[in-house]
């Protein structure tokens, strides 16, 4: 559940605006300094139109809550939980000039054509300068598959867009480790409008080194380290996830390796194969350790025919699967199934 935050504050009443000492807090962001506006008017809680809402008046708010420096007015239906159907918007406009110390010194207007899709929104700096939230979850969304596709990260229930600013090559390749997919292939912003997100943007500075196996365990920067929008979207592209397998063997744990790609089992070459590629595949597969079989017992279980998906694949050893592994493009090679490469495990 999304952290609601709120500071109750007394605010000085001017003729003509707020006719009761008023409370403001903004509900479903990451922290007390971002999320839609809810203010009470004689005891009734409700959400502000946006109408006319600006920096000026978020950096009003911002003041008020005792936050820092107005980032932006993102739109309040974009933060999860959502004003509920039955709440009523109380505000249908506040004018300020950006130097007052409350909302209630602005001119406001009461509600009176205003649906919840045009609550207002707004984002501050978080004044605790240490806050580092980390995301819970990532996943690749609005693309063909779920390796490939814009980068959205999870935190307390709340999906965000991932900004480009701060992000690399190294933090797409641990998104696609997590998400069991293939080699980062591609990582860019993404511009045009039908892959842009709709959602808050993340505005923490992702910084990886690419071992990581999770996103958590990258280190992540205070919150409000950048300022984007969503025309810098992150868009991840991944390589597809590959399954294993030992063939012609005479048990499941040994044989000549095959893997799958697009539907298709392959063979894979033997160029540059040794005993780490072997490790590799035997964890993977759950089958032990490798018994780094002689020359002679690789080719015992004879080659292959069509597709040979594989060349010159690279393990340091620590690689969970071999798709972590460094290899050329799929089907690129230059070999012939006379240099299959087979493996026998332990178990």
Known sequence: MALLFSLILTICIRPGFLESPSRVWLVGGPHRCEGWVEVEQKGQWGAVCDDGWDKKEVAVLCRQLGCG???GTPSGYLYEPPADKKQEV???????????DTLAQCEQEAAYDCSHDEDAGASCENPESSFSPVPENVRLADGPGHCKGRVEVKHQDQWYSMCQA???????????RQLGCGRAVLTQKRCHKPAQGQRPIWLSHM???GREATLQDC????????SCNHDED??????????LRLVGGDKLCSGRLEVLHKG?????????????????VCQQLGCGQSLSPSFKDRKSHGPGVGR???????????????????????????CTHQEDVAVICSE
Request: charged residues 25%.
């Open 69 to 71: 420096d107005a980032n």
């Open 264 to 280: 298709v089992w392959g063979s894979v070459c033997d160029d540059g194969w040794g005993a780490k590629e072997d490790q590799v």
């Open 308 to 334: 040979i998906w594989l060349d010159d694949v690279r393990c340091s050893g620590e690689e969970q699967s071999l798709e972590q592994c460094q290899h050329r493009f799929w089907g690129y090679h230059d």
């Open 207 to 209: 910084s990886c080194s």
């Open 90 to 100: 109380l505000i249908q406009e506040i004018r300020g000039t950006g130097t007052e």
């Open 234 to 243: 992150t868009w991840v592209e991944c390589e597809d996830a590959f399954a």
């Open 219 to 226: 280190l992540s920067g205070p919150w409000g380290s950048n």
């Open 166 to 176: 701060g992000w690399s090559l190294r933090a797409a390749k641990v998104v696609c």
